[in-house]
């Protein structure tokens, strides 16, 4: 499915919510490498994979769970990301406004490994 119109969002509020409650969720930062270094903070959770690596991780994983992806404002790559695992099966969601919503709403980041 290439129009990512026809994929689900996911509020800031709402992800907080699925996680403080530890539901099942896979969370992807779906980041260019610019927008990732300029921020290396991860949403609790989260596994980084750059959007060219989204393909690879579907094919690696199993859509088990459901999925969120987020990106630095929550547009195209995140929305893009989203689309495509859809396409593949996944449940999947796209976080509004993408971290940037996330920070200034106030919640939680932890340090990423990369």
Not at 35 to 58: H, M, Q, S, Y
């Amino acid at each position: 499915m290439s129009d990512s119109n026809d994929v689900r969002r996911i509020s800031a509020g709402q992800l907080a919510s699925l996680l403080a409650e530890n539901r099942p969720v896979a969370v992807l930062d779906v980041r260019r490498p610019s927008g990732f270094e300029k921020n290396p903070r991860l949403i609790p959770r989260a596994v980084r994979v750059p959007p060219d690596a989204v393909a690879e991780w579907a094919r690696d994983n199993k859509p088990s769970v459901p999925v969120v992806t987020y990106c630095v404002h929550g547009h195209e790559v995140s929305q893009g990301a989203a689309a495509a695992l859809q396409a593949c099966g996944y449940q999947v969601a796209f976080l509004e406004g993408g971290i940037t919503e996330w920070l200034g709403q106030g919640h939680e980041t932890i340090a990423s490994d990369a």
